[in-house]
């Protein structure tokens, strides 16, 4: 059987090295560096051993290409491109649409095309299918199906064989060939009756996920008027054996899916004439953590931030990735940057990010910490600067929220 896998990104490489152990898998991308670099055995995905690319190219059964036509004879397509939101924050297709294009254009013989890439209920049947059908032109009969990723980047404990995977097909055929796919490599498939609970389920988790962290970023606000600690009462919270789940304070939400499928969801909801204000708010909340957490800041040191050198530690979404993605970094340091503050930056995995460097963790007058990895030391961050205000709860000894 011959896969292609649409997008060599965080998703479609990571799904690329579990197939291509029992199928030939092309992994076709738009980046030329991304394509000629896999080729090459390099890895840009953390979590995706170089080695392994080697090991799969030089068995034969994984390559990566820009070609369009490599996708001509393929039995299975799977589509892993990114759905991000537009400058507006609105829903943006245009990854999918080319994707479709490409598909539509090149596939000569009926095959299975299954969605991954996360988007609101409908996508697979009101805008997948027919826009393959429109750039195909010939009318080939290609069977659809979605079964929406769930990967957690860094995380080792679950990976594409151990977590659940739900799916569903256009017609029986389609969802029958899904599970005999998913199954050479997931444990445990979960159908579900149509595409749109599949599709609607994957942004009710990571909106489950918006909600409550916007709760406990609220909670953080109103213990610190009580004067009490948010983590101390969290963890006091915790000790209830059910009907509790713990979230963390923090600068906000980051990555690309937390702080975007929401946004998916309000679409539709609206769309469909049901006011979305708890998933709109929740979104908000989140967003405004840079400013209050900017805010605290300022009110503790009294002679304000102008021309104060602060320092920010972790511009990565969350620990121990080098990913950027949505970063709550970038507002608060809009917030710093407008108080007239002096702003660098420190990673230890984030080299480079929005044309600035890493900077050295020391000499700030005011360190805010966003994001702590594990290679991170406490102590070189808490002597970095005479204040240190920490979002993350890991620090003892520095201010926190
Ligand atoms: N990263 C995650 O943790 C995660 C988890 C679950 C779901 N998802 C969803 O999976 C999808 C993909 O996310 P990702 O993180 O892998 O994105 P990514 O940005 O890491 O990778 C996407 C890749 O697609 C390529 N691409 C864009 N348009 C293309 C086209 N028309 N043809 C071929 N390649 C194209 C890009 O060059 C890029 O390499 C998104 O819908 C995302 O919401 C992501």
Redesign the pocket.
């Known amino acids: 059987m011959k896969l292609t896998i649409?997008?060599?990104?965080?998703?479609?490489l990571t799904i690329s090295l579990f197939a291509a152990e029992k199928f030939d898998v092309i992994g076709?991308?738009?980046?030329a560096k991304?394509v000629e670099q896999l080729n090459r055995g390099i890895s840009h995905?953390e979590g995706v051993p170089s080695a392994s690319i080697a090991t799969l190219i030089s068995k034969g059964t994984y390559r990566a290409s820009t070609d369009e036509s490599d996708i001509s004879n393929s039995d299975v397509v799977v589509i892993?491109?990114?759905?991000p939101l537009t400058v507006d924050r609105k829903p943006d297709l245009s990854?999918i649409e080319?994707?479709c294009k490409?598909i539509g254009e090149n596939l000569r013989s009926p095959a299975l095309i299954i969605n991954?890439?996360?988007?609101y209920p409908g996508t697979l049947r009101n805008f997948i299918k027919p826009t393959v059908e429109m750039f195909s032109g010939t009318r080939i009969e290609h069977m659809y199906a979605i079964s929406?990723?769930?990967?957690?980047?860094g995380r080792i404990d679950f990976n594409q064989k151990n977590t659940p995977r739900l799916y569903s097909g256009l017609t029986p055929d389609a969802t029958s060939k899904t599970r005999d796919f998913y199954s050479t490599f997931c444990d445990e498939l979960i159908e579900v009756s149509s595409p749109e609970v599949a599709e609607a389920a994957k942004l009710f988790e990571n909106t489950f996920r918006q909600v409550n962290i916007a709760l406990v970023n609220e909670f953080a606000q109103i213990t610190h008027a009580l004067g009490i600690s948010v983590h101390e009462t969290i963890d006091a919270a915790a000790t209830k054996p059910y009907g509790f789940m713990k979230f963390n304070p923090s600068a906000g939400v980051g990555?690309?899916?937390i702080p975007?499928?929401p946004t998916y969801l309000a679409e539709i909801s609206e769309q469909n004439n049901v006011p979305a204000t708890f998933i709109r708010r929740a979104n908000e909340v989140n967003r405004e953590m840079s400013e209050y957490i900017v805010k605290r800041v300022e009110s503790d040191n009294s002679g304000g931030l102008s021309g104060k050198n602060v320092l920010v530690v972790g511009v990565a979404y969350k620990a121990n990735v080098a990913d950027t993605r949505e970063t709550a970094a970038e507002l608060v340091i809009e917030h710093l940057r407008a108080r007239g503050a002096s702003v660098t930056w420190h990673d230890e995995l984030v080299s480079e990010w929005k044309n600035e460097f890493s900077s050295p963790l020391e000499g700030a007058d005011i360190t805010v910490v966003l994001t702590k990895h594990e290679v991170d030391s406490q102590a070189k961050i808490l002597t970095s600067a005479p204040y240190v205000f920490d979002t993350t709860g890991t620090i003892s000894g520095a201010h926190s929220l």
Do not use: K
Not at 6 to 12: E, F, L, N, T
Not at 80 to 83: D, L, R
Not at 148 to 153: A, G, N, S
């Open positions: 649409i997008g060599q990104g965080y998703v479609g076709f991308d738009t980046n991304i995905i892993a491109v990114p759905t990854y080319s994707a490409i991954e890439s996360t988007s929406p990723e769930r990967v957690d980047p990555g690309h899916c975007v499928d």
